[in-house]
DNA sequence: GGTCACACGTGAGGC
DNA sequence: TGCCTCACGTGTGAC
């Protein structure tokens, strides 16, 4: 496992080697790998003190990156070298590559800030990514669902008993207050 | 807007014309378009009777058009394929191009089921449903700790009515008491 | 005409 | 070993 990096690398160098010809250059990049967040391991839905933390940071990690990185400085760098070649044979086409890079580099973010943000992974792989996402949305649903409903019940529980309070309470002032007259006589 | 077509219509037709020049039969392939759903239209969190339901048949569409055409016969007429021809000058990557084909289109169902879960979409391409996603998990994980933090405040005052209500009632039992025996005195 | 987003085929690499 | 996933460059249609 020498080829571990992190998550932020993949946004490091990339102003040179822009040639068209294609599948040249395409074999200096590592295949990306995942932090170890999660992975194959079944939380239960109690564990979330110490996971949550990490997870929060890193994806802090990733929206700034993302902001500052992509945002200003590639695009701007783009503008520049559209405006030096009009229309050449084989520089033209150029900046679509970069664009499109760029595009997949931020899809790919986005899809490491869903990878913190969702619990309970069973695979490495963005489909699978995805289909826990949407299990997770169902689950949250639900569980705000019941919770909401049990508060309601609780709520009606409690607004009952006030009203049988305030009876009791009723009936022992008139209790008290007959004593009272009860006792004058 | 006349090229508005429905989802399921990328599942369709993908037996033949599997040549391996590139760019040839790309023309007769419209962009995709997403159903309206949700749309530049911003729901409160409080409507979720009609839209859900329709969601939820999409989705079951989704499910079963992705359970039954790809991972049965797209996969099995790989393995055919696969035998025929062990290696050949041309035809050989051609399963590999399917089998990406495959991959790419799931991912796709992946999205288009994670698009029929999340609301308040604010853009069409993926990035922007991904970054929706986050922040609707958020959203609902404090939504429901929010229900169930009211739901504990609801349940702790009324164990304590519960048990003033018990107190009192001693308290009146004594009172009946003592009035029965000061009566028969 | 330029921008944006997408699907495609393809090489590479991990399991 | 083959299977599977990914990033890449490219073509293309819609804005």
Redesign the pocket.
Known sequence: ?E?FYLVSM?CSFRSG??L????A???S?????YPPIQNNIIFSTATSSTSTTVRSSFAEDIKLEESDHSNIDV?AK??RK?QKK??HGREE?????????L???K??QRFYALRAVVPNIT???????LEDTVRYINELKLNAENAESKKDAVQIQLNKLNEEIAEQNAVLEFVDEGEEQWRMI
Do not use: I
């Open positions: 496992m080829w993949t080697s822009g068209a010809g294609y599948g250059m395409n074999s990049k590592p295949r990306p790998v695009k783009l503008k559209r009009p229309t086409p150029m900046n679509h590559v970069e664009v499109e890079r595009r997949r580099e899809l790919n695979g490495m792989d963005k489909a699978s990514l």
